[in-house]
């Protein structure tokens, strides 16, 4: 099975501090995104890889950056945290290649995080 | 651009009825769609997906939906509730003019009433 883990469930950070959300992946996968989940509005795709040090904006880049330097591994990074980042964010991974548009797409369990 | 709409933020039924969640896409191209399902405190799973073979599409638990070019829709549907099936669900299209991402709909909330 394929398995996306995130480094942690929930997170209480103060407004302007520097947030690092880490995602590791274990199936070789191509591709890997960032979402913020919030009540209503669904998934909203932040960024998204889909090589080692490829990144492309998503839906909602703003205030957000991204780092892959290993293909397992897809970091989303909050400059200075800002109390409307308060959200729920999801990391997923796909196989990615000739699989392209039909992909399924593997989900971690997602970290809460709460700026104050 | 592609966008999907689901009817309903949230549906109850009873254990035992039929579970009906609505889902119509809008796309420039023939799309690909997915029907994903989140339990409490979980991330996403797939239920299923339309590439475009079968209309009728089977999916884990009991699951299905059907395409409906007419209509734009992927409703999926699940014949007897069970309280197990309470989560919520979203429905997704493929952009396959960026990248192959993915767009999710808002998300419907299923109760399930004992």
């Not at chain 1, 199936?27 to 889909?50: A, K, T």
């Not at chain 2, 309903?8 to 997915?34: D, K, M, Q, T």
């Not at chain 2, 073979?53 to 014949?79: C, Q, R, W």
């Not at chain 2, 309470?86 to 429905?91: I, L, P, R, V």
Request: proline share 4%; with cysteine; aromatic share 12%.
């Amino acid at each position: 099975d394929v398995k996306v883990t995130q480094s942690s469930r929930y997170l209480v950070k103060r407004t302007g501090e520097k947030v690092f959300l880490e995602c590791v992946q274990d199936m070789d996968h191509e591709n890997m995104f960032w979402y913020r989940q919030d009540p209503g509005l669904g998934l909203r795709l932040i960024y998204f890889s889909y090589d080692v040090k490829m990144k492309e904006k998503g839906d909602i880049p703003e205030g957000y950056s991204v780092s892959r330097e290993k293909k397992e591994r897809f970091s989303l990074i909050l400059e200075s945290a800002s109390t409307n980042q308060t959200s729920m964010y999801l990391c997923a991974s796909s196989l990615g290649g000739l699989a392209g548009a039909t992909d399924t797409q593997y989900f971690g369990p997602g970290t809460r995080l709460t700026v104050l | 651009a592609q966008s999907v709409t689901q009817l309903g933020s949230h549906v109850s039924v009873s254990e035992g009825a039929l579970v009906l969640l609505r889902c119509n896409y809008s796309s420039s191209v023939p799309p690909y769609l997915f029907w994903y399902v989140q339990y409490p405190n979980q991330g996403l799973q797939l239920l299923l997906k339309y590439t475009s073979a079968a209309t009728l599409v089977k999916g884990i638990n009991g699951f299905e939906a059907e395409f409906k070019k007419s209509e734009t829709s992927f409703h999926l549907t699940k014949p007897s509730a069970h309280m197990s099936d309470a989560a919520e669900y979203f429905c997704a299209v493929s952009d396959k003019t960026s990248y192959d991402k993915v767009i999710f709909g808002p998300g419907t909330s299923l109760s399930v009433i004992p």
